[in-house]
C-alpha cells in the first residue's frame, strides 16, 4: 500500500519550484520566518513520512537489523512512495521539492530506523544531487529517472589508507585506445552497496597530479570487472549495507565521466557539505525516536515507589536537558539546510550540525538506555539499537575531529581578515 501518492508529490514540488522562482529579490530582503516553519509542501512531506516509516518500516526494524539485511519491500517502499527523488525534477520522475524536504525524510525515518534512513540520505543528498548538479544533459537523461524511480545509488569514494584524507586514493583510471577509462583499484566502506545499481566511482586518471588528477565516474552494478565484495559486520546501523567494492579492469565510456576531467576533488568536497546535513538530521531522527520512546515509558508505564517514573524531578530534569540539546541540533541542521537552499556558503554551518547532533545522539540514546532500567538493556525494545546505531554519527562522512578541523579554520580565517 502506498502511503505517498506520487503524483500528489509531484504536484507539490512543482508548486514549490514555481513559487520559488516567482519570488522576488525585494521579498527576499524579508525576514526569514522560524527556523521550525515548514512549507505546507515540506509539512506534507513530513507527516506521510512519518505515517510509512511507523506503519511500514517499523514492524521489520528488529528482523532487518538480525539479519544484517535490508528488506527489498522497504527499497521498493521508498519508491512506490516517491521518497527516492525529492529533489529530481519532474520530467525524470521525482517531486522537485525543496533540500529541507530531504532533510526532513531523513530525520523522520531515523526516528524509526536510522539504517533505512541513512540509505535514503545517501542516495539523495550525495548521488542524485551529483548527477542533478554535474552530470551533462546526457548523464542527467540516463541516470536521473533510473535514480528517482528504481535503482538506488551509492558514493563510492573512501578506501582502506583513504578515509579522512579522503583523496589519498589508489584507485586509478587509465585512458585507453577508444578515449574511454580503464578503473582499477578497489573501495571501502561503500554504503547501499548491496542495493545499488548505480556507483559514483572516484578515481585518480593523473596520479602525477595528485588530488587534482581525480575524476568522478558514473559506473553500473552490471559493468564488466566490476564486483561487490565483503560485507561488513558492524556494531550499528546493521541492516543498511556497507561493502567493500573491487575494480579489475572496469572499463567507463568516457560520457560518464561526471563533471570535468580532474573535478572529482570538487564535486566530492561540495556534495558531501550536504551530505553531512543529511548525515545530522539521521542523527536527530536518531535522538528524537530514543527520546520518545523512553520517555513515553517513564511517564506512562513503570512505576517505582507508588509513582510513575517520569514524576521524580531528577528524571524530569535529565528529560528537560535532553530536549534542549535535540531542539539546538535540529536548529543547526535546519539553518543548514536553508542556507544551502539559498545559495550562500554553508559548510561551516554543516559542520557544526553534523558535529553537535551527533554528540547529542550519542548522549541521549546512551541515556534512554539508562531511564528505562533493565527493559532498556534488552533487545526486546530498539533502545540498545539506538544506541548502537548513535556511534556511527562521529564517523562517516567526515569524524567529529574533521569537523572540528574545518570549524577552527573557519574561526582563524574570520579571527584574521
Request: include cysteine.
Amino acid at each position: 500500500m502506498s502511503f505517498i501518492a506520487r503524483s500528489t508529490l509531484k504536484a507539490a514540488g512543482k508548486a514549490a519550484v514555481a513559487r520559488q522562482f516567482s519570488t522576488s529579490v525585494a521579498r527576499m530582503q524579508f525576514a526569514p520566518g522560524p527556523l521550525l516553519h515548514f512549507t505546507e509542501d515540506e509539512e506534507m512531506f513530513r507527516e506521510t513520512v512519518a505515517k510509512f516509516a511507523q506503519e511500514v518500516i517499523g514492524p521489520k526494524v528488529r528482523e532487518m537489523d538480525e539479519n544484517e539485511n535490508m528488506d527489498p519491500s522497504i527499497v521498493q517502499g521508498m519508491f512506490d512512495n516517491g521518497l527516492m527523488g525529492i529533489e529530481t525534477p519532474e520530467q525524470y520522475g521525482g517531486a522537485e521539492a525543496s533540500f529541507t524536504s530531504a532533510i526532513l525524510v531523513v530525520e523522520e525515518l531515523a526516528k524509526v530506523d536510522p539504517s533505512v534512513s541513512v540509505m535514503n540520505d545517501v542516495h539523495n543528498t550525495l548521488a542524485s544531487t551529483c548527477i542533478r548538479k554535474w552530470g551533462s544533459k546526457a548523464i542527467q537523461d540516463k541516470f536521473s529517472e533510473r535514480l528517482a524511480t528504481k535503482e538506488v545509488g551509492a558514493f563510492a569514494l573512501s578506501e582502506a589508507g583513504s578515509g579522512s584524507d579522503a583523496f589519498a586514493m589508489k584507485t586509478t583510471a587509465k585512458k585507453n585506445a577508444d578515449g574511454d577509462y580503464v578503473i582499477n583499484g578497489s573501495k571501502m566502506w561503500i554504503t547501499n552497496s548491496q542495493e545499488a545499481g548505480i556507483f559514483l566511482v572516484f578515481a585518480n586518471a593523473d596520479p602525477s597530479a595528485g588530488y587534482k588528477g581525480i575524476t568522478c565516474f558514473v559506473v553500473t552494478k552490471d559493468t564488466p570487472g566490476f564486483s561487490i565484495a565483503k560485507k561488513e559486520k558492524k556494531l550499528g546501523i546493521r541492516a543498511s549495507s556497507t561493502c567493500v567494492l573491487n575494480f579489475d579492469d572496469v572499463v567507463v565510456k568516457k560520457e560518464d565521466i561526471l563533471g570535468e576531467f580532474g573535478k572529482g576533488y570538487k564535486i566530492a568536497i561540495e556534495c558531501l557539505n550536504e551530505g553531512r546535513i543529511g548525515i545530522a538530521a539521521q542523527m536527530s531522527g536518531l535522538a528524537m525516536g530514543a527520546f520518545e520512546k523512553a520517555t513515553g515509558y517513564c511517564f506512562n508505564d513503570r512505576k517505582q515507589f507508588g509513582q510513575y517514573i517520569g514524576d521524580f524531578q531528577g528524571m524530569q530534569f535529565q528529560f528537560a536537558q535532553a530536549a534542549v540539546e535535540i531542539e539546538a541540533s535540529r536548529l543547526l541542521i535546519y539553518n543548514a539546510a536553508r542556507l544551502k537552499e539559498k545559495g550562500v556558503p554553508f559548510t561551516k554551518e554543516a559542520a557544526y550540525a553534523k558535529l553537535y547532533a551527533s554528540q547529542v545522539a550519542g548522549n541521549v540514546a546512551s541515556k534512554a538506555v539508562e531511564w528505562v532500567g533493565g527493559v532498556g538493556f534488552t533487545r526486546e525494545e530498539t533502545l540498545e539499537k539506538f544506541y548502537r546505531d548513535a556511534k556511527i554519527g562521529a564517523i562517516y562522512e567526515g569524524t567529529s575531529n574533521i569537523q572540528l578541523q574545518t570549524i577552527a579554520k573557519f574561526l582563524q580565517k574570520e579571527s584574521r581578515q
